[in-house]
């Protein structure tokens, strides 16, 4: 069980620090054991701080994430993260990013070897192993860094973006794929995205992210049954759940937008929105 | 490579540049003749003189005790400058701050003839093999530093997330990590690394040295024994041309010059 308990985030900005950036303000979230949970968001919202914050790669200003009640500090083995792309090590071939990880955690050669083709097996890249990430797809490519994670058996994998960068068909399809690695390895999966219908179609929950200063708007119980195939995304209750997360998207959207775009959102235009 | 000018290069089953790097040297030995005979052999001894000395340097030892000595302070000032500028390069290319602050200042003492600072190391290092070798280490540590640090910028940071999510300690980041993302760049200055070295030592040994080439060549220049220079001058082109060519060599394998065509040195 991961437990996100009060998670704040601020940034100094300029020479002297003194003006802030509130990235997270009081993110709390109870992932249960084999659950799949998404987290959707703006641009600009936080979403990449906070799951670099619950893989320890970013200290939390407030707050802290438990595993199973035992504080999580730093980059720790229990958490297996897959980031947006171009995460692969191109001077590595395919087995050799796998097997990485346990290479350098001591794991003997022959072990290595008979966990790494599971895992390359596992994401449906047999056949690969001595290819270099240079000569895969992006799709591919991400199925390496997943199997790189998965090698490492952690209770929870986080992910930012995955398919972020891939093109909707491939998407779709490595989604089932996920999907499925999911149901075998029974792993629980916090998946960030900005993409909706990824969201409505991976998770059991999908908690909405507000603009910045980001925190969670709403957290929606996703009841659609599973398996969910490529059908299941033409009904009107995936629709539904779709255009509802849209509404509660848009307004978070507009403000993020106007963020980036160095807008400053004052007090008052806060107040007529 | 365009395709076109592959056809081009490969008419008639002939590769042109394989054709050209043969000719070149066989001009060169033609324009060196060419010049024993303008120079009357007064500064310049002809291929075959040259090669009867270099026979005779083999066989009365001189050329093979300066060539240990030269060699010796070579790969000694070189393991010393690359162990070195590989950490320069790597401690201040990790931060945009110092990064900036010391790119300026390392291509400055970079640039200046670095052959005015000489009495500085003899008076430090003395006339032993000290004073080459730290010479030859302030000319060789530049480069390797320099195209290290402006390699770092190449470093992924999201390799370097991946690095901390699976909990790799500094050395093994480093290794596994920092290294082959470098690595394209840090052939380069490692190949003017060496050569700088190399530069740094010979120049070291015909100022103040009692061995080594660069001493004997000195020597040799005040008996005005012509064709034993130029001996040395041969065996200093073939260590210098067998370690560049294995270089090259290195850098094309790993697409090095295509890559970093925009670090201009």
């Known amino acids: 069980m991961l437990e996100l308990r009060n998670l704040s985030k601020t940034y100094g900005l300029g020479d002297d620090r003194t003006s802030t950036i509130v990235a997270l303000d009081g993110i709390d979230l109870t992932v249960e054991e084999g659950e799949f949970v998404s987290i959707i968001g703006p641009t600009g919202c936080g979403k990449s701080t906070l799951f670099e914050v619950i893989g320890g790669l970013t200290d939390a200003t407030e707050g802290r994430v438990d595993i199973d009640g035992d504080r999580v500090d730093g980059p720790d083995e229990r958490i297996g993260m897959v980031f947006q792309d171009h995460s692969t090590f191109p001077w590595l071939s395919v087995i050799e990013n796998v097997a990485f990880g346990l290479r350098m955690n001591g794991v003997s050669k022959a072990e290595r070897r008979e966990r790494a083709h599971e895992m390359i097996d596992l994401v449906g890249l047999s056949g690969f192993e001595d290819a270099s990430p240079t000569e895969l797809s992006g799709g591919m490519n991400q199925r390496v860094a997943i199997a790189r994670t998965l090698v490492m058996d952690p209770d929870i994998i986080l992910m930012d973006e995955p398919f972020g960068a891939l093109d909707e068909q491939t998407r779709l399809i490595i989604g089932n794929e996920l999907l499925r690695i999911w149901r075998e390895t029974g792993a629980t999966i916090l998946f960030v995205t900005h993409n909706i219908n990824e969201a409505v179609q991976l998770s059991d929950r999908i908690a909405v992210m507000s603009a910045r200063p980001g925190r969670f708007k709403t957290i929606v119980d996703n009841d659609i049954p599973r398996p969910r195939d490529d059908d299941t995304m033409s009904t009107e209750a995936f ?28 007090a008052g235009s806060e107040a007529d929105s | 490579m365009s395709v076109r000018a592959a056809v081009v290069r490969r008419m008639d089953g002939i590769d042109s540049v394989r054709v050209g790097q043969f000719l070149v040297p066989v001009g060169v030995l033609v324009v060196w003749q060419a010049l024993v005979g303008v120079t009357s052999g007064v500064a310049f001894a002809g291929p075959a003189a040259t090669f009867s000395a270099l026979v ?210």
């Open chain 2, 56 to 265: 005779g340097g083999i066989e009365a030892g001189w050329l093979a005790t300066g060539l240990r000595r030269t060699m010796t302070e070579l790969v000694v000032a070189y393991v010393l400058a690359v162990v070195a500028g590989l950490w320069i390069g790597v401690a201040l290319g990790s931060s945009d701050f110092w990064s900036d602050v010391f790119e300026p200042i390392l291509i400055g003492t970079y640039s200046i003839p670095k052959v005015t600072l000489f009495p500085m190391f003899l008076f430090v290092f003395q006339l032993g093999m000290d004073s080459k070798i730290a010479f030859g280490w302030f000319h060789g540590v530049f480069p390797v530093a320099i195209l290290t640090m402006s390699a770092m910028t190449t470093v992924s940071d999201e390799h370097l997330k991946v690095a901390r999510s699976l909990r790799l300690s500094r050395w093994q980041t480093f290794r596994e990590v920092i290294v082959p993302s470098i690595l394209p760049g840090l052939v380069i200055g490692l190949r003017l690394g060496f050569n700088l070295t190399f530069l740094g030592i010979v120049l070291g040994e015909m100022f103040a040295a009692r061995e080594g080439l660069g001493y004997t060549l000195v020597e040799f220049i005040a008996g005005g024994q012509i064709d034993r220079i130029m001996a040395i001058i041969v065996v200093l082109v073939a260590v210098a041309a067998v370690v560049n060519v294995g270089f090259f060599a290195l850098e094309s394998r790993l697409g090095a010059r295509e890559r970093t065509a925009d670090i201009r040195m």
């Open chain 1, 239 to 266: 629709n539904d759940l779709v255009q509802r997360l849209w509404t509660e998207l848009k307004s978070e959207s507009r403000k993020g937008m106007e963020q980036q775009e160095g807008r400053t959102v004052t």
